[in-house]
């Protein structure tokens, strides 16, 4: 019903930037403005850990303390995207960073759990990112 791309990823070193992109598809009805979109990461042998959500208007995001002050989440309605834009890039923040939308069209409450992988719908096939030093 749903199809997320991400894109983006790649080798940098420490200290530098990256822009991740997730490109929204679907049928008609499941239209991106009715989802809530999340940036997840997994590195190796660790688990899935939250990284930035964003809600379904925009109008509210929300950061894992460990990247606050680095890394931007944004949405474009027009073009059906949503973006993890990372700044000074650490070596921890190698990972596999997956793209996943939540249905808000219930209305319940994003604020309260926007960190909870399992209240996620949707997810993408994942994007490397490799921070080396």
């Known amino acids: 019903q749903v199809q997320l791309v991400e894109s983006g990823g790649g080798l940098v070193q420490a200290g530098g930037s990256l822009r991740l992109s997730c490109s929204f598809s679907?049928?008609?009805?499941?239209?991106?403005?009715?989802?809530?979109m999340g940036w997840f990461r997994q590195a190796p042998g660790k688990e899935r850990e939250v990284v930035a959500g964003i809600s379904w208007n925009g109008d509210s995001s929300y950061y894992a303390d460990s990247v606050k002050g680095r890394f931007t989440i944004s949405r474009d309605r027009a073009k059906k995207s949503v973006y993890l834009q990372m700044n000074s890039l650490k070596l921890e923040d190698t990972a596999v960073y997956y793209c996943a939308a939540r249905w808000q069209g219930d209305g319940s409450s994003y604020e309260r759990d926007w960190f909870a992988g399992f209240r996620y719908d949707y997810w993408g096939q994942g994007t490397q990112v490799t921070v080396s030093s």
């Open positions: 679907g049928r008609s009805y499941s239209t991106f403005n009715m989802f809530a």
